[in-house]
């Protein structure tokens, strides 16, 4: 498995801009499909986004489509997201996770993902 490490959280106010960094180390990067989750105080974890792996189709979950961008640096071993146009409600621990680059399980299910990091915190204030 791919060993992950998120870093970039913190506070910010509404309508401000975040971005996340994933290192990934242990195995070769660009073999795994990568997505973006988060979980809020009492609700469970969700999709984000996730990126294949050469970097050339990604996804998004609706909430964040138009304001959240999802990249990768396989030189790097590097995953990112831009975050644009924070609301009070992107508020959560936000976590990468990887899984095979050919495995056919859905995108959006945290069931279908391997590897995870230890997540790190968005604020964002109203």
């Known amino acids: 498995q791919v060993q992950l490490a998120e870093s970039g959280g913190g506070l910010v106010q509404a309508g401000g801009s975040l971005r996340l960094s994933c290192a990934a180390s242990?195995?070769?990067?660009?073999?795994?499909?990568m997505g973006w989750f988060r979980q809020a105080p009492g609700k469970e974890r969700e999709f984000v986004a996730a990126?294949?792996?050469?970097?050339?189709?990604?996804y998004y979950a609706d909430s964040v489509k138009g304001r959240f961008t999802i990249s990768r640096d396989n030189a790097k071993n590097t995953l990112y997201l831009e975050m644009k146009s924070l609301k009070p409600e992107d508020t959560a621990v936000y976590f990468c996770?990887?899984?095979?680059?050919?495995?056919?399980?859905?995108?959006?299910?945290?069931?279908?993902?391997?590897?995870w990091g230890l997540g790190t915190q968005v604020t964002v204030s109203s």
């Open positions: 990126i294949n792996w050469i970097g050339g189709s990604t």
């Open positions: 996770a990887a899984r095979s680059a050919i495995s056919s399980g859905s995108l959006y299910a945290t069931g279908e993902y391997d590897s």
């Open positions: 242990g195995r070769t990067f660009s073999r795994y499909t």
